[in-house]
């Protein structure tokens, strides 16, 4: 609960500030779906170390203060399926969201971002030793609260006034109960509708 407050008070703040802060010609804000996000997980459960490919979606609401500063709010899943066991079907998945503030600087079409993210997530892993067709026959499942950290370098490239292309990079970063670490860096490239 605590944390809704927070955020609710980063975004009121942030509008706020926002609108005293730009002139008409400027980008107030930036907001879309982060539909293409490939990365690599790094994990651990208590059975095995875990590496893999990574895909997921996301999203991203921006605000540009004066002409340096950006803060927003940011989140997504990723998901990575690896083998174990007896089975091809294990996956681990994290989804997380939260604030982030950041420096940004627009030049021409092109807008330059860094920002650091730090917010409350959920790992969900699904463990299998062993499986017969579609039949479970040893298996675990985690789901735990973690707390979430990423840097977060971005190039947009505006297509129009309104449409931007956006290109990140990201090292996500979370640790729960039973996954004492997960890394996943990953390039997330999706559409920014601005105003």
């Given amino acids: 609960m605590e944390m809704k407050k927070i955020l609710v008070l980063i975004v009121y703040f942030s509008i706020t500030v926002s609108a005293f802060s730009q002139n008409i010609n400027k980008n107030r804000y930036g907001g879309g779906m982060l539909f293409l996000q490939p990365g690599y997980t790094d994990s651990a459960n208590r059975h095995q170390n875990i590496h893999g490919l990574s895909f997921g979606l996301g999203g991203i609401l921006r605000f540009y203060f004066y002409d340096w500063l950006t803060a927003g709010i940011y989140g997504g899943t990723q998901k990575t399926k690896y083998s174990s066991g007896n089975s091809e079907s294990s996956y681990i998945n994290l989804g997380y969201g ?68 956006t290109f990140q990079t990201t090292l996500i970063s979370a640790r729960s109960d039973d996954i004492n670490k997960l890394f996943n860096p990953a390039i997330q490239i999706g559409v920014l509708f601005s105003r």
């Avoid at 939260?98 to 463990?127: E, M």
């Avoid at 026959?137 to 707390?147: D, G, L, S, T, V």
Wanted: net charge positive.
């Fill in 98 to 165: 939260g604030p982030f503030i950041g420096l940004s600087r627009k030049s021409g079409k092109f807008r330059y971002t860094i920002s650091a993210f730090a917010g409350r997530g959920t790992i969900r892993n699904l463990h299998i030793e062993n499986q017969d067709n579609n039949m479970l026959i040893e298996a675990y499942f985690y789901k735990n609260p973690a707390m979430v950290f990423s840097p977060i370098i971005s190039l947009d490239y505006a297509l129009s006034q309104i449409l931007n292309l």
